[in-house]
């Protein structure tokens, strides 16, 4: 039997939603991350004030270091101003950075209540 591939809901900001799916944005940030190795996707759920789960993408990898080496190595495909990027890691130590594979936009934007059963993630939350 074929294992369910296992998603993970991220709440974000939809400047930055758009940037993933016009291709401006590579990388989603993070201060903290999944544990579940198995996580292969991320719904994107565009946070307010537009409030709809709006696409999915693939992860290819995900990096961890010192905010100063993510910034160095992701900086060109960032989608976020350097202010911004450490203004979000201000006092952490490690920074993490989900490197997007492949992005699929939905048609038609879905509802976390109808669709999805659940409500906003304040960090993110595992879809099974």
């Known amino acids: 039997m074929k294992q369910k591939q296992m998603k993970v809901l991220l709440s974000i900001k939809p400047k930055f939603a758009e940037k993933i799916f016009n291709g401006t944005k590579k990388y989603e940030f993070r201060k903290a991350i999944f544990k579940n190795e198995d996580v292969k996707t991320v719904i994107v759920y565009s946070s307010s004030p537009v409030m709809k789960v709006i696409g999915e993408f693939e992860i290819e990898n995900i990096s961890s270091n010192t905010p100063k080496l993510i910034w160095k190595k992701t900086k060109n495909h960032s989608g976020i101003s350097k202010v911004d990027f450490f203004k979000y890691f201000i006092d952490r130590d490690i ?15 879905l509802s976390l209540k109808e669709d999805f059963k659940t409500t906003a993630p304040q960090s993110f939350k595992y879809i099974g």
């Open 95 to 109: 920074a993490f950075a989900i490197k997007i594979k492949k992005v699929k936009k939905y048609k038609k934007p």
